[in-house]
Nanobody, 125 residues
């Protein structure tokens, strides 16, 4: 079965960097669009970044120039490099996988077929 396992979350001070990882298994990684979403307590799940099977990437405006999504096909892993972290980045971060998602709907959680359990990121002094 498909599994997505996130790791790398931590408690860090403002301005710090973190790199999240999502290891995928049970799917043909190169054919899937992989994304990161986040959810803070009491809020809806929010799009962060996506990398299509083609390699094209998109980032939310709130994280553009600070976060970068990449993937390693050999390791079936997608990463989220997060720099200059802010308190408002505090959330549970989730990895998601989907196929045949058109560009205009990449930011919609319901478009994704598989989800990880999340990893917690807390930015606080």
């Amino acid at each position: 079965q498909v599994q997505l396992v996130e790791s790398g979350g931590a408690l860090v001070p403002p301005g710090a960097s973190l790199k999240l990882s999502c290891k995928a298994s049970g799917l043909t990684f190169s054919t899937y669009t992989m994304a990161w979403f986040r959810q803070a307590p009491g809020t809806e799940r929010e799009f962060v970044a996506v990398i299509k099977y083609s390699g094209a990437t998109y980032h939310a405006d709130s994280v553009k120039d600070r976060f970068t999504i990449t993937r390693d096909k050999a390791e079936n892993t997608v990463y989220l490099q997060m720099n200059s972290l802010k308190a408002e980045d505090t959330a549970d971060y989730y990895c998601a996988a989907g196929r045949r998602i058109i560009t205009s709907t990449l930011r919609i959680p319901a478009q994704y077929d598989y989800w990880g359990r999340g990893t917690q990121v807390t930015v606080s002094s």
